[in-house]
């Protein structure tokens, strides 16, 4: 509030000048921070604050990750998953793309379908055809590595 709207020389040399007798002005009369915001400063927490105090919903400390969690994604539509173009600049490269059959969603992949470029497929689950329909597009073994649950299927001179 501007001082200007405010006549505090009404109250100067009267004695506490407005504020008691006792403290005369001191301390923190409605406590300190949020004190009182469930009992007497409850008017502004309600308004300005909504939803501040209390818990929701409860705690599922019993529910567990769907174990049988595996979207599948057949060998046809693998090139999908891997964006526009990148099919075309692997096609002549000796390099190998990775799609990443996880991240957009996919669990296992099946073998419906053919694969004519070599791709390194990053999933939890392959069926074996599948594994071995993209060991017979890359011309060579495979190697699997298992980090972090994620099945890596690496297809020799990829890297």
């Avoid at 929701?56 to 969690?69: E, I, P, S, T």
């Avoid at 057949?74 to 799609?99: C, F, H, M, S």
């Avoid at 070599?118 to 060991?135: D, G, H, M, N, Q």
Wanted: hydrophobic share 30%.
């Amino acid at each position: 509030m501007p001082t200007r709207l405010h006549h505090n020389r009404k109250k100067r040399g009267h004695v506490s000048a407005g504020h008691g007798r006792v403290g005369k002005h001191r301390k923190h009369p409605g406590g300190r921070g949020l004190a009182g915001g469930q009992h007497h400063h409850r008017i502004n927490m309600d308004k300005y604050h909504p939803g501040y105090f209390g818990k929701v919903g409860m705690r599922q400390f019993h529910l567990k990750n769907n174990v049988n969690w595996r979207p599948v994604v057949n060998l046809d539509q693998i090139w999908t998953l891997a964006g526009e173009g990148v099919r075309e600049q692997y096609k002549n490269t000796e390099k190998v793309p990775v799609i990443d059959a996880l991240q957009k969603g996919y669990g296992k992949v099946l073998a419906k379908g053919t694969i004519s470029q070599p791709v390194i497929v990053r999933t939890r689950f392959v069926s074996r055809l599948a594994e071995k329909k993209i060991k017979e597009a890359g011309g060579g073994k495979s190697y699997f590595f298992f980090l972090n649950s994620p099945m890596y299927l690496i297809i020799p001179g990829s890297c």
